[in-house]
């Protein structure tokens, strides 16, 4: 087993809160509120004393493309002179198609980014009013156009389903478009109205039309379908990608890896203890200078719940699923004895199989994967 690990940095700002938005990001900020924040997270970073080499490094957010690309390069340079890099490490910057320009990204590129993740969600003009999006789809294809003039050769798009009013014919559309621009990656995947968005607001007032479940399920069918004949591999339930181009960052999270985590409300998931950071990109700013406690909660899993997350986490890789040996090594037990019952009763239900080393999904297991998944935990 590969023992580097990933590496998750946090740039919480974006220039526009999005409808159905609940990640840790913020509107509204200033020049001074990004240098103080830029400094603490640099500081947090070259504070870190442990010592695992990573494989991958993830830029998130927000959107770390809302800040000077100098500035972001420097908080990469923080990560590679701190941390033991592999050789042939992943380095993915997230980016919004209206934050940036093909200057921007070369200043990325030259850094050391190798991978950027562009959040397009539709490429239709009123569905992309809907979720409060800052860009227009001209701006989505122009910017896959400058990463690749900056020189990025490994491209991933996002794209939503589920979407408020959103017919079969405008998720087709969507889809062909982001096929268009022939990037290595697809993440497809359907809205999920969270609490405390916009969208959970309208939806408390009745007054977002969501597609019925039987229209959404047609969506994911046709994502899967459009992905495979175009030639993308769905590696994960959500993730698609040409040969080789999987996301290596994610796949750690969904083996259940150990990770680090810097910035506001980053989770690191180190010596088997989930640390969050507080959220708050002035109260985390204020906790680093002055060298106070940054974490918001621990959470330490049990043997128990770590076998039984590695197993749900891990059947999201609907191609590689959960290796039994690496399952083995690591808790001492076969999944096939711990888990007995369960694999039991969704393998005769024709949802799971054992194809050699690999506890999988089926083709059919794939589109009732929550109900698969719930029952391990
Ligand atoms: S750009 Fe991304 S992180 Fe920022 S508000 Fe929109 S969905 Fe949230």
């Known amino acids: 087993m590969n023992d580097a690990i990933g590496?998750?940095?946090?740039?919480?700002?974006?220039?526009?809160?999005?409808?159905?938005?609940?990640?840790?990001?913020?509107?509204?900020?200033?020049d001074a509120h990004i240098a103080r924040y830029v400094a603490a997270l640099t500081q947090e970073i070259r504070q870190t004393t442990t010592a695992t080499s990573v494989d991958t490094i993830f830029f998130g957010g927000g959107t770390p493309t809302a800040i000077p690309a100098t500035d972001e390069a420097a908080l990469l340079r923080a990560v590679l002179e701190t941390l033991p890099i592999a050789p042939g490490a992943e380095i993915t910057t997230e980016a919004n198609p209206g934050t940036m320009d093909v200057a921007h990204l070369a200043v990325l590129r030259d850094a050391g980014f190798n991978r950027i993740s562009f959040g397009?969600?539709?490429?239709d003009p009123g569905l992309l009013k809907t979720m409060d999006r800052i860009h227009s789809a001209d701006e989505a294809r122009n910017a896959v156009k400058a990463a690749r003039a900056a020189g990025f050769d490994n491209v991933s798009l996002d794209l939503m389903f589920g979407l408020p009013r959103q017919t079969l014919k405008q998720w087709q559309y969507s889809l062909q478009e982001a096929l268009a621009l022939e990037t290595e990656h697809l993440s497809l995947y359907s809205l999920i109205v969270e609490e405390g968005t916009g969208f959970y607001t309208l939806q408390q007032k009745g007054k977002l039309p969501l597609p019925e479940d039987d229209l959404a399920a047609d969506m994911y069918e046709m994502a899967v379908e459009?992905?495979?004949?175009?030639?993308?591999?769905?590696?994960?339930i959500a993730s698609f990608a040409r040969p080789g181009r999987e996301c290596r960052q994610n796949r750690h999270y969904w083996r259940n890896d150990p990770y680090?985590?810097?910035?506001?409300?980053?989770v690191a998931y180190l010596d088997g203890a989930r640390?969050?950071?507080l959220k708050s990109p002035a109260a985390y700013s204020s906790a680093v200078e002055s060298g106070s406690d940054l974490t918001l909660s621990v959470e330490t899993l049990t043997p128990e719940e770590t076998m039984a997350e590695t197993i749900m986490l891990g059947l999201r890789l609907t191609r590689d699923g959960v290796s039994r040996r690496t399952f083995e090594g690591r808790f001492g037990i076969?999944?096939?004895?711990?888990f007995a019952a369960e694999i039991e009763t969704f393998t005769r239900r024709g949802l799971l199989e054992l194809a050699g080393d690999s506890l999988r999904l089926t083709p059919q297991g794939v589109f009732l994967a929550s109900e698969v998944m719930v029952a391990f935990v």
């Not at 076969?334 to 711990?338: A, E, L, W």
């Open 7 to 30: 590496c998750y940095v946090h740039i919480p700002f974006c220039v526009r809160k999005c409808a159905y938005c609940d990640f840790n990001s913020y509107s509204g900020y200033t």
């Open 275 to 277: 640390r969050m950071n």
């Open 226 to 236: 459009i992905a495979s004949a175009a030639g993308y591999e769905q590696y994960e």
């Open 120 to 123: 397009v969600q539709s490429f």
């Open 260 to 266: 680090y985590g810097f910035g506001c409300g980053a």
């Open 334 to 338: 076969d999944p096939r004895v711990k």
